[in-house]
């Protein structure tokens, strides 16, 4: 009988401290609900971030397949040129520089 108060009261002990994980512990309910609301806004930020993403990705792949868009980069930003073409470099000089 002894051993089944005992066992009745540790239970109980267990209940109890159980009980006040959920309400004052780490894991409390008031923490949890402010999780799910920072969940909730990373979702929608992330929604927001992946449909730029596919934007972006619709915009690149429409500008790879576009010849014009392909030889414009080349030659603006690879300074590319045709075989039979010459490239002419201008020197950038500055107002108030003396001329020599």
């Known amino acids: 009988m002894l051993l089944v108060k005992f066992l009745n009261l540790f239970i109980l002990l267990l209940i109890i401290a159980a009980s006040y994980n959920l309400f004052f512990g780490i894991d409390n309910k008031r923490n949890f609900s402010a999780l799910q609301h920072e969940n909730q806004q990373l979702l929608l930020k ?3 971030l992946a449909e730029e993403n596919n934007l ?3 915009g690149i792949q429409s500008k790879q397949k576009n010849d014009a868009h392909a030889e ?3 030659r603006e930003e690879l300074n590319l040129i045709y075989e039979d073409e010459h490239y002419l ?8 520089e003396p001329q020599g």
Do not use: D, G, P, Y
Request: glycine share 0%; proline share 0%; hydrophobic share 30%.
């Open 46 to 48: 992330n929604q927001t």
């Open 56 to 58: 972006l990705e619709t």
């Open 72 to 74: 414009k980069f080349a």
């Open 89 to 96: 470099r201008f020197k950038e000089s500055k107002l108030n």
